[in-house]
């Protein structure tokens, strides 16, 4: 009996110790809570220790979860091309991805915890920075920014969480430029046609107003007519160029056969010539040559366009070279497979530094030259698009007083050499 008791009580007290050496070893896990520990065990405390694993992995998970989303959220707004800077209470960098980092020149981990204000010292974003609650963007100039190649980062403010804030960046340096170009297209335009329309009021006024012999009459209304063509022209080249840029890229199911482009501009370039000689002569010499090997080439593409363009390199050729100069296109195949029609004259010339521009809008090196011989400023502009559109290009080479070559070249997708 006494040795029956003495077991029962030994083996209770064995019991208690198993018990509290486990309590003890979920204990001990607990306290640091590392899942690959996970004691492995029997009875109430292996249940709980197995309880405790479930809920620490499901949280583990969790956790593991959120900091992907984190992560991917973070690298979403590092593509973004706009930049994005984070600033506690107290204007200073919490994060910022690397858009904003290389506009505004801020390290995005060496500047983290730096004011902004420290930073960026403009004082038109110091100003901005001041105002209580903006509601419009601010412009400054950003890193790298020089007057010859300006840098324009648009920047504005959002207050968000506890006086925090964001700021979003945007690179507005093209939008400015083109807002630029845009104001100064506006101008010219309106200069230019201001132009003839002064004096063809003028013109108009004199004849109200002042008792004209026919002669004098008939002299009148034919400068009325010039100014009036000249206002034509310019309005035609203007439809041409927002046709260009408002059209698709021409098709591949529309043909001109050269030897039709090169007949009709030879007519013309000879009709011009004439119009400007002495006793409708033609002044220039002309030749219009094909290699007999591409006499029945076509070129695929919009034929009113690349009419036009051949037309305006044409034309040009013939009002910049003096009377008795040489006007001389031909075509020819070069080595890549491509097609290039080369306009070449003996005039006037360009000097190198305005070679560059001449494709601009309006821009001409002898304003009252290009205005005398109807020009409007915008042939090399149309000549320019067309061939982009056809995915060729145009290469000019000029020398003062020698004379000037224009090639038009055409890819080999768009030329066959003859009908199939
Ligand atoms: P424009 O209508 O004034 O001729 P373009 O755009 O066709 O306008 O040409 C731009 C400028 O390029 C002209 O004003 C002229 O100064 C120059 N240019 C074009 N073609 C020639 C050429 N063949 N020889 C000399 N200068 C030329």
């Known amino acids: 009996m006494v040795y029956t008791l003495a077991g029962a009580l030994l083996a209770g007290l064995m019991w208690m110790l198993i018990d509290a050496w486990r309590g003890y070893r979920v204990r001990a896990w607990l306290r640091h809570g590392d899942l690959a520990m996970a004691p492995n065990m029997s009875g109430w405390w292996g ?58 020149g801020i390290h995005p981990e060496r500047d983290v915890m730096q004011r902004i204000g420290n930073l960026m010292r403009d004082p038109v974003f110091t100003a901005y920075m001041a105002l209580e609650q903006p509601t419009e963007s601010v412009v400054l100039e950003g890193r790298g920014h020089r007057v010859e190649r300006p840098v324009r980062i648009s920047v504005q403010r959002h207050r968000y969480g506890e006086g925090k804030q964001l700021l979003l960046t945007r690179d507005v340096t ?51 007519a010039t100014q009036a063509h000249r206002m034509q022209g310019l309005v035609e080249d203007l439809l041409t160029l927002s046709r260009l840029e408002g059209s698709p890229v021409p098709g591949m199911n529309q043909v001109l056969p ?34 007999p090997l591409l006499a029945e080439a ?18 040009n050729a013939v009002r910049y070279t003096p009377a008795g100069g040489d006007v001389h296109v031909s075509v020819d195949q070069g080595v890549d497979g491509s097609l290039s029609i080369e306009v070449r004259d003996t005039g006037a010339g360009i000097a190198a530094e305005h070679l560059p521009r001449l494709t601009e809008r309006f821009y001409r090196v002898d304003r ?12 090399l502009a149309i000549v320019k698009h067309v061939m982009q559109r056809h995915g060729g290009s145009l290469h000019i080479s000029s ?22």
């Open 174 to 224: 093209m939008v400015e430029q083109a807002e630029a170009m845009r104001r100064d297209f506006v101008a010219n335009v309106s200069h230019e046609i201001r132009t003839p329309l002064t004096v063809l009021s003028g013109f108009v006024e004199t004849i109200q107003t002042l008792r004209l012999t026919q002669e004098e009459q008939k002299h009148y209304l034919s400068l009325m």
């Open 368 to 379: 009252s030259r290009s205005r005398e011989s109807g020009g409007t400023g915008l042939g």
């Open 298 to 315: 076509e070129l695929i593409g919009e034929s009113r366009e690349l009419q036009s363009a051949l037309s305006n390199l044409v034309s």
């Open 258 to 291: 050269m030897s039709r482009l090169m007949q009709s501009c030879e007519q013309e370039a000879k009709g011009l010539s004439a119009s400007l000689g002495q006793g409708g002569e033609v002044s220039h010499h002309i030749h219009f040559v094909m290699n």
């Open 47 to 104: 249940v709980l220790a197995e309880r405790a694993r479930k809920l620490l992995r499901e949280r583990e998970r969790s956790i593991d979860a959120s900091e992907q989303r984190l992560k991917d959220f973070l690298s979403a707004i590092q593509t973004s091309p706009n930049g994005v800077v984070m600033l506690d209470a107290q204007a200073q960098i919490e994060w910022c991805n690397q858009t904003a980092a290389i506009q505004l």
């Open 399 to 420: 020398q003062l007083g020698q004379g000037s070559c224009f090639k038009l070249v055409f890819p080999a997708s768009r030329w066959v050499r003859m009908r199939a």
